[in-house]
């Protein structure tokens, strides 16, 4: 179950939220090392299966694929298994992009009502 950030200073005891405003004055280094190394975690669990067949991936492979894609602000990540899933993804990303491209101006021109 996740709780809020809000959730989770109310539950805090009164040393504990001293420590973190010590630490938030002097720059907060404590702080801000807590919140990556958990982000850190968090993407390692993500990775952790392959985002086309959903098998385990090993770590220690060296058959492990990573691809990020998507604009600046939206930057998505996903991880294969092998070549093979990575393949069969990029085919799937490529038929999406060809079929947005031919759906354009089809659908600009179906609402285009030009009568005389």
Request: glycine share 4%.
């Amino acid at each position: 179950m996740a709780i809020s950030l809000k959730e989770a200073v109310e539950a805090m005891d009164y040393d504990e939220l001293m420590k973190i405003k010590m630490d938030l004055e002097s720059g907060g280094f404590n702080v801000k090392r807590m919140v990556i190394q958990k982000a850190r975690e968090k993407e390692r669990r993500h990775e952790a299966k392959c985002a086309v067949c959903s098998n385990e991936i090993n770590a220690y492979s060296s058959n492990n694929y990573t691809l990020i894609f998507g604009p600046e602000d939206f930057r998505r990540k996903a991880s294969f298994c092998g070549i093979d899933c990575t393949e069969y993804f990029m085919a799937d990303l490529r038929d999406l992009k060809g079929m947005k491209k031919k759906e354009a101006p089809a659908s600009k021109a179906e609402n285009f009502d030009h009568k005389v």
